[in-house]
């Protein structure tokens, strides 16, 4: 029989069609995600907009550390940001910190990236116990890590102050700033390198003008990371920074007697400038695209 001669279907009058609908489902779709992905991201905001409201709370009476009972809005706090005895000294010790541990970091991470990548065993032998250690690095915990450097400091009897902490940032940023760098060469096209060898580069002039512009949006978001992790770090610097007293390490003792309003002060200017940052590595980041 063929299907000419094939007895057309009849559709009852009365017959629904209950077959799924796909229009339906993209249609609730099109909402779940999109409302699942703004609430994680007020989940991740709402700590950080509370700090930021709270350093324009008024105190009133008594000692000026910081209520969280709305007591009115004042920018007192940012008039009198540097009123603390020790607190200004502390955040722009972290500061200076944080830049040089980036910049040192960065420097040693790309280069310890690039080699990763372009070279192999045997040319590159131990290759895959600096990736290991590289790994053990990031999962080691921090207490394991600053009792680790104590003790590493005290036998080779260092002076705790500046320059330990330095190396101990140093230490633990290098790895994310590798694996940063790493990720963004997965997809590096040799063939650029190669002609500039071919045009009579040199090596240090091909790394600078083809290599190093390609993978500046990673190397760029590697420094923002290993800056964040510097500023951010108290678990190390409570154990190696002896005499020098980052910003973390003051708040938690102010925590003991309770914290000025000058600390939100700081933590939002903070804030405001990591943003900026961000948003700058972004339009790097499009401007290579």
């Known amino acids: 029989m063929s299907i000419a001669d094939a007895a057309p279907i009849e559709v009852q009058p009365g017959a629904v069609d209950r077959s799924p609908t796909p229009r339906r489902r993209r249609h609730a779709g099109r909402?779940?995600?999109?409302?699942?992905?703004?609430?994680?991201?007020?989940?991740?905001?709402?700590?950080?907009a509370m700090m930021i409201l709270y350093s324009f709370n008024k105190v009133v009476g008594g000692m000026q550390l910081v209520s969280f009972t709305w007591l009115g809005f004042t920018t007192q706090w940012y008039h009198q940001w540097s009123s603390v005895p020790g607190l200004t000294s502390a955040f722009w010790l972290s500061i200076r910190l944080a830049v040089v541990s980036t910049v040192l970091a960065t420097i040693i991470g790309t280069?310890?990236?690039?080699?990763?990548?372009?070279?192999?065993?045997?040319?590159?032998?131990?290759?895959?116990?600096i990736e290991q250690v590289l790994f053990l690095n990031i999962a080691a915990p921090?207490?394991?890590m600053g009792s680790s450097l104590l003790g590493l400091f005290?036998?080779?009897?260092?002076n705790r102050g500046f320059l330990t902490l330095v190396l101990a940032h140093v230490m633990f940023c290098i790895a994310y700033v590798t694996v940063t760098v790493r990720a963004r060469m997965s997809g590096f096209d040799r063939a650029l390198e190669?002609?500039?060898?071919?045009?009579?580069?040199r090596p240090l002039v091909t790394f600078t003008r083809v290599t190093l512009p390609l993978i500046m949006p990673g190397v760029l978001a590697g420094a923002l990371m290993a800056f964040a992790l510097s500023i951010d770090?108290?678990?190390?610097?409570?154990?190696?920074?002896?005499?020098?007293?980052?910003?973390?390490?003051?708040v938690y003792g102010a925590t003991r007697v309770g914290i000025p309003p000058q600390v939100f002060v700081f933590g939002t200017g903070i804030?405001?400038?990591?943003?900026?940052?961000a948003v700058l590595s972004i339009f790097v980041a499009k401007k290579k695209v």
């Open 142 to 144: 921090e207490i394991v």
């Open 154 to 158: 005290v036998m080779l009897n260092i």
């Open 111 to 129: 280069l310890l990236a690039v080699a990763l990548v372009r070279y192999h065993p045997p040319r590159f032998r131990g290759k895959t116990a």
């Open 271 to 277: 804030f405001a400038v990591g943003i900026f940052f």
């Open 194 to 201: 190669e002609a500039a060898y071919d045009l009579g580069a």
């Open 31 to 48: 909402f779940i995600l999109p409302t699942y992905s703004w609430l994680v991201i007020a989940y991740l905001v709402f700590p950080i």
């Open 233 to 250: 770090d108290f678990v190390t610097s409570y154990f190696v920074g002896g005499s020098s007293i980052p910003f973390p390490v003051w």
